[in-house]
Structure formats: C-alpha cells, structure tokens
C-alpha cells in the first residue's frame, strides 16, 4: 500500500494533469485517454481526486508541481555555477543581490524595527525612481530579517529596471517564507508575464487569487495572461517572447505589464500628423524614434503596467486632439502640450508613474 507520501505526489499530479487538460495544454482528442489515465492512477494508490478530504490532506495549493519544480531548477542550476564565478561573469549588473539570509534565525526586535527602517528609506528612493539605491536598501534589510515584504518590494525594483528574472528570483523567494503571500504571486507573475512566460504568469496569478480572491488587479492580470498563454501555444514561434502587439495589446498590457504595439501606434500618429513632427517645426517629435529608445520602452511598459493607459484615455484633452486629428487638423505641437495643465499632468504622469507604480509595501 502506497504512503502518504507517495499519495500526496500521485494526487498533486492529477491535479496538473487535469490542469492542462483544462488549459489546453492537451489536445480535445486526448482528453478521454486523460481522464482514463488519471482514473487508473487515483484508483492504484488509493486516492481520491473528488474527496475535500483528499484534498485537504494532499494538495499542496497555492503551490503546484511546477511552481515546486521551477524553485528545484533554479536551486540547483545556482549550486552548479557559484563555484565557478569569475570565469563565466558576462558584466556587472546594476545591483549586485547577495544570498538571502538563511530563514532559520529568527530577527531580534531589534533588529526588525532597522530593517523596517531601511525598507521605508526603499520605498521613499522607488517613489523618486531611483531603483538602484532602492535594491541597496531592501538588500540591507533583508540581510538583517528575511521579510518576504522586503524581498517583493525588492522584486519591484527589479522589474522597474527591466531585471525580470532577478524579479522572478526574489518573487518565488518571498512565497517560500510565506506561501500565504499573496503580493508575491502578483510579483511572480508580472514578472514572469514581461519574460513571455505567460503560462508560468497564469499559475502565479491563480495561486494569488486562492488567497486574495477579490484583488481586481490579479483579475485583470489573469484574464490577460491567459489570452496571451493561448497565443503563444497557437503560434509557437512567438514562444517565450513578450507579445507587442495583436488585439487588444494596449488593454491587455495596462493589466499584466505587458506592452501594446508601439510601432503601430507611432505609424498611425504619424499618418494622422502628416508631418507636423518634423524637426524644427514646432510640432510633435518623433515617436517611432522615440519607442526605439530602450528608456523610453521601459517607461512606457511601465505606465501600462499601472494604469497609465486608462488615465489617459480618461482625459478629455485626449479625446479633443483626437477628433481634431481625425478631421485634419494634425497633431497638437510641444507648445500647445507645455501651455495645457491637464496635458502636462498627463506628461507628468507617463515620465513619473514608474515610481508610484512599483507597489512597494
């Protein structure tokens, strides 16, 4: 007769096999010999899948075997090349994120009260957009209490750099300390999401959502994710690559973090302004010049990431330009932007939202 153990494994795997017979991992034709499959196994070890009991006993929710295997990985892939660590370094990166103190020790009050102090010091630098020396101070308090908080707020900075898989890192991190965290499923699937990985995204967003069902955020996060999930499954080519583009990539992309098909936009804004953009002219600059910006790409990400889209097209001024746009009158120039208040609230809003964005706790 099978252990617990060994029953815990075969029901948590049942539970992924009809995950991806839900998700469309496996083909309709499949599903039959599936089910048979899973019927066989649960019927083997003992199990029962349809059991609250069962599931009570053996499920490992939030977790699943492949959020456990991903944790696994990348374990081991670090203790395979920490030996080896001048030889294969391919350049500084911006911040450097020492070893996480070990979970075991448990802070003094101390000591908890100091390395509340070096988060709030954090939070202040990520609200003046200076990422870098926001990640040194959530380091420092790290160093002194393991705090999941202090390792999702430093997930944030990371994100706001472009360091995604430093994000993923520090997201999956702060759920070992506490896997009732909600925040850091949200974390590891914005981040997992900007790195194209968006089935991985779907499975930290619906792991949040066990524990904070009402988050509206992680809702939208979801839905979009799983939009995108089935995309990328439907075009392999465009597998593990953020998508740009498509229907409906501006929503999508204020949701999850994801981008909306910039070039288009600049080519439409472009066709519309018939030329008022040109140098010297006093009208627009050049957009597709500018989404070629990596900075600007990264900002622009971000206020997507957060809302900035439904801010704008909330702005009456927008909706102005546009209609006048649409009637010929081309595009507004820099100056017209810089004398209108509610504009240059919006421009305030795109260059600074990045700092409110990050979410630090």
């Known amino acids: 007769m099978a252990d617990a153990r060994k029953k815990q494994l075969v029901f948590n795997f049942i539970e992924f096999l009809r995950a991806s017979g839900e998700d469309g991992t496996v083909k309709e034709d499949d599903k039959e010999s599936l089910e048979v499959a899973v019927q066989c196994m649960a019927e083997a070890f003992g199990i029962d899948p349809e059991s609250s009991e069962d599931k009570e006993r053996y499920s490992l929710a939030p977790a699943s075997l492949l959020s456990i295997l991903d944790v696994f990985l990348k374990t081991k892939a670090k203790a395979s090349t920490s030996p080896s660590a001048p030889s294969s370094s391919t350049g500084p990166a911006p911040t450097t994120a020492p070893a996480p103190a070990p979970a075991t020790t448990s802070a003094s009050e101390t000591d908890k009260a100091r390395a509340e102090a070096l988060k709030t010091k954090g939070n202040a630098l990520m609200g003046q957009k200076l990422y870098d020396s926001a990640i040194e101070q959530y380091t420092q308090a790290i160093e002194v209490d393991a705090n999941p908080v202090y390792f999702s707020n430093r997930a944030a900075a990371w994100g706001a750099l ?3 898989e430093k994000a993923v890192e520090d997201a999956t991190r702060a759920i070992e300390l506490d896997p009732k965290f909600a925040k850091g499923f949200s974390r590891l699937g914005h981040a997992q999401f900007s790195l194209g990985n968006y089935t991985e995204a779907v499975e930290a967003y619906e792991s949040g959502l066990k524990l904070d069902p009402s988050n509206v955020n992680m809702k939208s996060s979801l839905a979009t994710a799983k939009v995108r999930a089935a995309e990328q499954r439907s075009n392999p080519v465009s597998d593990r690559e953020p998508a740009v583009g498509g229907a409906g990539g501006a929503g999508a992309g204020a949701g999850a973090g994801g981008m909306p098909d ?5 080519g439409m804004l472009g066709g519309m302004g018939g030329g008022a953009g040109g140098a010297g002219g006093g009208g627009m600059p050049d957009i597709a010049a500018m989404m070629r910006n990596p900075q600007m790409m990264a900002m622009a990400q971000q206020m997507m990431a957060n809302g900035g889209l439904e801010r704008l ?5 927008i909706r102005n330009m546009a209609e006048r746009m649409q009637s010929g009158g081309g595009m507004p ?4 932007l810089a004398n209108d208040p509610s504009l240059r609230d919006m421009a305030q809003q795109f260059m600074g939202g990045q700092g409110r964005g990050a979410g630090a706790e």
Do not use: R, T
Request: hydrophobic share 35%; glycine share 6%; no cysteine.
């Open 162 to 164: 472009g360091e995604h």
């Open 262 to 266: 910039l070039s288009a936009l600049a």
């Open 313 to 317: 097209m909330s702005n009456p001024n």
């Open 333 to 336: 120039s820099m100056s017209e």
